[in-house]
């Protein structure tokens, strides 16, 4: 299976200011995933990329706020803007291997926003 | 309105005994499940799937039970050691192939010696 690496594995922000989280496969995907886990709940799905298009956004996200790059096959990156304390959360990034299931995780971004 | 449910946050078990992590769902389209496991300051890793045409599968020390007519599956753990003390999530997805998943809030289990 795919082995992503993601960065930074943490950060302290202040608000305002904006993140880039990225992440590389070692090998070629279709589709990544965006992530976010916030203290004591599910993984929720931010939105989908695919490269050579934009990204998919779930209900209550926007690309203002978190956009997101898909240059190649291999990786991705995404912006958390203009950051408040409620941004502070677990990231993580995901990648669906060929076939569609069994996905993968990076090992996730834990961002606080003081 | 959560659609995956794992109603509890916790669990403890003995070494060597059965572990067993529930996991209800609402939506009726969800055809596939998936286990995954987390320890801190790691990303989820996949543990074992099962597609709704099946009542149960089995990898090693893990099976995972299906019951569609109750919308509930389980992942048993059998027998369980120390290195399975993890976050273990129930995940579905709603169509086959490439599709998005829908998480649990996960179930915290801590197996000891």
């Known amino acids: 299976s795919a082995v992503i690496s993601q960065k930074p594995s943490r950060d302290i922000c202040q608000r305002g200011t904006s993140l880039t989280i990225q992440c590389q496969v070692d090998?070629?995907?279709?589709?990544m995933f965006w992530y976010r886990q916030q203290p004591g709940q599910s993984l929720t799905l931010i939105a989908t990329?695919?490269?050579?298009?934009?990204?998919?956004?779930e209900s209550g996200f926007v690309i203002d706020k978190f956009p997101i790059s898909r240059p190649n096959l291999t990786f991705s990156t995404l912006t958390v803007s203009n950051m408040s304390p409620e941004d502070s959360s677990i990231y993580l990034c995901?990648?669906?291997?060929?076939?569609?299931?069994?996905?993968?995780f990076g090992s996730g971004t834990r961002l606080t926003v003081v | 309105d959560q659609q995956v449910k794992q109603n509890s946050p916790s669990l403890s078990v003995q070494e060597g005994r059965i572990s067993i992590l529930n996991c209800d769902y609402t939506n009726s389209m969800f055809d596939y499940f998936l286990w995954y496991k987390k320890y801190p300051a790691e990303g989820p890793t996949f543990l074992i799937s099962i597609s709704s045409i099946k009542d149960k599968n089995e990898d090693g020390r893990f099976t995972v039970f299906l019951n569609k007519s109750a919308k509930h599956l389980s992942l048993h753990i059998v027998p369980s050691q120390p290195g399975d003390s993890a976050v273990y999530f129930c995940a579905a997805s709603a169509s086959s192939g490439y599709s998005t998943l829908t998480f649990g809030k996960g179930t915290m289990l801590l197996v000891s010696p």
């Open positions: 995901s990648a669906a291997p060929q076939g569609g299931y069994g996905y993968t």
């Open positions: 990329a695919n490269q050579g298009s934009e990204a998919t956004y």
């Open positions: 090998s070629q995907v279709t589709m």
